[in-house]
């Protein structure tokens, strides 16, 4: 098999990358990295990602790393598989680069903070949640919503009026999220709502958590 | 003139956008945006950038902010102008896109703590130097230069062989720093330093600083 995927179910940046995958209708070979034991920071997997973070990723001889950087890969190269996940008109991909400039820079720092305070460090045992951290992210990340609850009145998707890797970037971190407190910011802004309740609901998205959950 | 953009010259994003519109020798029309009267928080900025900060930026119709999907719009749309600052090689376009990503996930949230605490904040009379958080997030930006160190004997620049938006991602960031104690790690390892100096030295840069230093 070409394309291998090394990471662990857990991390959201490995998610989107599955995940993007399913919904091209690529098939992959997922490699388990033992973090536990501290693989992802020896040879070889150094080799893969300098960063000693999850995911890397192969097709053939390319090596790729950065969960957003392969998620454009695989959408531009495979872009007749699967569902189109970009734009073809340059002025809408470019609004769309917008939201996905957002999603990296705004939402994911706030969320992936969340994500790690209220899900990953209790599951783990890496001690207790930190609640002025949780407090200070939900604070901020509210004004992220506030911001595309206006958003989502222009268009159905974040990024334009179709599902594109915008909204497949988000879905790692509101998945966790929705099983947490935090889950009343998303659920106290009607289109947010929406909207989240759509994309989680996405084929590929479940198929991607059953596969990496067996 | 059909190319604005609005935001100010202490602004790293705003000479982010100005910069590559220079590399792309296109002419704009730079509108000062009076952030000491909070002009940002307010309508009409509000509708060009909803999340009150500078730039925004207009092309005829069309409106975008973030700095860093702006320059995309840019070397995409105007690919025939000025130099090219994207890699046409799908797989090069790939490894390329991983350092954009590295550029906007791990370099920026460090240099821009550094660039706020060390240049920003002690210029506009903002409080004092946080000792703490220097220390801290040159410790994390040691780390991430290290690999930069590694990368840049791969490749003359960070992106690949050529100057890339990549380089240009940084350039703001490091252009301050290099009046602070912070530019000792950048010195201190030879290909970064080289790097560095090559990428500061580009006339596009310099002519923007000059542009808006009037």
């Given at each position: 098999m070409a394309i291998k995927v090394h990471g662990i179910p857990l991390s959201t940046a490995t998610m989107r990358v599955v995940?993007?995958?399913?919904?091209?209708?690529l098939d992959f070979e997922f490699v388990f990295v033992d973090m536990a034991n501290e693989e992802h920071k020896k040879h070889p997997f150094l080799s893969l990602n300098p960063f000693a973070q999850v995911p890397a990723f192969e097709d053939g001889d390319l090596k790729l790393f950065e969960s957003r950087a392969i998620t454009q890969y695989i959408a531009h190269t495979y872009a007749s598989n699967g569902i189109q996940l970009i734009l073809q008109d340059p002025?809408?991909?470019a609004i769309m680069s917008i939201w996905m400039e957002v999603e990296g820079q705004k939402f994911e720092p706030l969320a992936s903070k969340l994500t790690w305070e209220l899900v990953i460090k209790p599951m783990i045992?890496?001690?207790?949640?930190n609640d002025d951290?949780?407090?200070?992210?939900?604070?901020?990340?509210?004004?992220?919503?506030?911001?595309?609850?206006?958003?989502?009145t222009e268009s159905k998707y974040l990024g334009g009026d179709s599902f594109?890797?915008?909204?497949?970037?988000?879905?790692?971190?509101?998945?966790?999220l929705m099983n947490t407190k935090a889950k009343a910011l998303f659920d106290s802004r009607p289109r947010v709502s929406a909207w989240c309740a759509d994309i989680l609901a996405r084929p590929a998205w479940m198929k991607g958590l059953e596969k990496l959950q067996k």
């Open positions: 995940s993007c995958l399913i919904e091209k209708d002025k809408k991909m045992g890496m001690g207790s949640t951290i949780v407090k200070e992210s939900e604070e901020q990340l509210s004004k992220v919503l506030d911001i595309y609850e206006t958003r989502l594109t890797l915008v909204d497949l970037h988000h879905i790692p971190n509101i998945y966790h």
